[in-house]
T-cell receptor
Framework: AQKITQTQPGMFVQEKEAVTLDCTYDTSDQSYGLFWYKQPSSGEMIFLIYQGSYDEQNATEGRYSLNFQKARKSANLVISASQLGDSAMYFCAMRPNTGNQFYFGTGTSLTVIP | KAGVTQTPRYLIKTRGQQVTLSCSPISGHRSVSWYQQTPGQGLQFLFEYFSETQRNKGNFPGRFSGRQFSNSRSEMNVSTLELGDSALYLC??????????????FGQGTRLTVV
């Protein structure tokens, strides 16, 4: 069974500061992808970053980086230099490479304070 | 390159009616999966289609069904609507058969309200 755990229901960060959103996962699959999505109040799920289970280097996309620790089964998202527009829900998700089925965490609500 | 398009964006239906939602994936993507998002249950997987075939199915009643056309566009249908079907329905578009190192993109969702 697959399980994604996000233990931070809500987070606050000062504008221009960095913030880390936690994500741990449990899977017996050997080949999988880890994703982070941002969901503003409009509802759209915006892709932020992807990490493959066989990737040795941590993924980075602009201000987003994924701190991947395979042995610990963690995939934390780091947002550097937070902006007001970063305020949204953030979802961690895992997708086994056998299909396009995502398993989502419960999300973290991030609020950026001016 | 156009993104994932879901139509309609908003929908209000009455209990007992049926509804059809549409998802057009990114050009060249062959896989479409559907999710239901509610405040109480979070994001739940409905089903996935690849090359017109249902590849995986979540734990939803038979009132929820879907299909995929030869151009990869997908539809999902919910019959005999219940109040609990009110939700945001999202579809995800992804690439080819081998999903390693591929990203997946979601549409803006269809917000269904059942009254």
């Amino acid at each position: 069974a697959q399980k994604i755990t996000q233990t931070q229901p809500g987070m606050f960060v000062q504008e221009k500061e960095a913030v880390t959103l936690d994500c741990t996962y449990d899977t017996s699959d050997q080949s999988y992808g880890l994703f982070w999505y941002k969901q503003p109040s409009s509802g759209e799920m915006i892709f932020l970053i992807y990490q493959g289970s066989y990737d040795e280097q941590n993924a980075t996309e602009g201000r987003y980086s994924l701190n991947f620790q395979k042995a610990r089964k963690s995939a934390n998202l780091v947002i550097s230099a937070s902006q007001l527009g970063d305020s949204a829900m953030y979802f961690c998700a895992m997708r086994p490479n056998t299909g396009n089925q995502f398993y989502f965490g419960t999300g973290t609500s991030l609020t950026v304070i001016p | 390159k156009a993104g994932v398009t879901q139509t309609p964006r908003y929908l209000i239906k009455t209990r007992g009616q049926q509804v059809t939602l549409s998802c057009s994936p990114i050009s060249g993507h062959r896989s479409v999966s559907w999710y239901q998002q509610t405040p109480g249950q979070g994001l739940q997987f409905l089903f996935e289609y690849f090359s017109e075939t249902q590849r995986n199915k979540g734990n939803f009643p038979g009132r929820f069904s879907g299909r995929q056309f030869s151009n990869s566009r997908s539809e999902m249908n919910v019959s005999t609507l219940e109040l609990g079907d009110s939700a945001l329905y999202l579809c995800a578009s992804s690439g080819g058969h081998n999903l390693m190192n591929t990203e997946a993109f979601f549409g803006q969702g269809t917000r269904l309200t059942v009254v």
